[in-house]
Nanobody, 125 residues
Framework: QVQLVESGGGLVQAGGSLRLSCAAS????????MGWFRQAPGKERLFVAA????????RYADSVKGRFTISRDNAKNMVYLQMNSLKPEDTAVYYC??????????????????WGQGTQVTVSS
């Protein structure tokens, strides 16, 4: 089992940047594809980005493509989400998740096995 803890959220003005971190413990994350999801108030949790086990392949939601970058450091058991050109509609709780599955990077919540508690990102206009 793996435990995930997100950090790095906060309040930022539109156009600004934030870097989210996800610290894993319990098992090495090299066993998992990793993803970021977000959930705005009153809305469902949505896929943001995913990265494969080796860090050589990534996938993004259309809404963040070109602005967000997911990365990982397996030696440090860390996953990151660099968010640039932030918009008010990016406001949400951001969750880190781990997927034991093999094959193509997945975008469904049901595909991920472990979740963090989330970190709040608020973008003011």
């Amino acid at each position: 089992q793996v435990q995930l803890v997100e950090s790095g959220g906060g309040l930022v003005q539109a156009g600004g940047s934030l870097r989210l971190s996800c610290a894993a413990s319990g098992r090495t994350i090299s066993r998992y594809a990793m993803g970021w999801f977000r959930q705005a108030p009153g809305k469902e949790r949505l896929f943001v980005a995913a990265i494969n086990r080796s860090g050589t392949s990534t996938r993004y939601a259309d809404s963040v493509k070109g602005r967000f970058t997911i990365s990982r450091d397996n030696a440090k058991n860390m996953v990151y989400l660099q968010m640039n050109s932030l918009k008010p509609e990016d406001t949400a709780v951001y969750y880190c998740a781990a997927d034991l599955g093999l094959g193509a990077l997945r975008v469904g919540m049901e595909d991920y096995d472990y979740w963090g508690q989330g970190t709040q990102v608020t973008v003011s206009s």
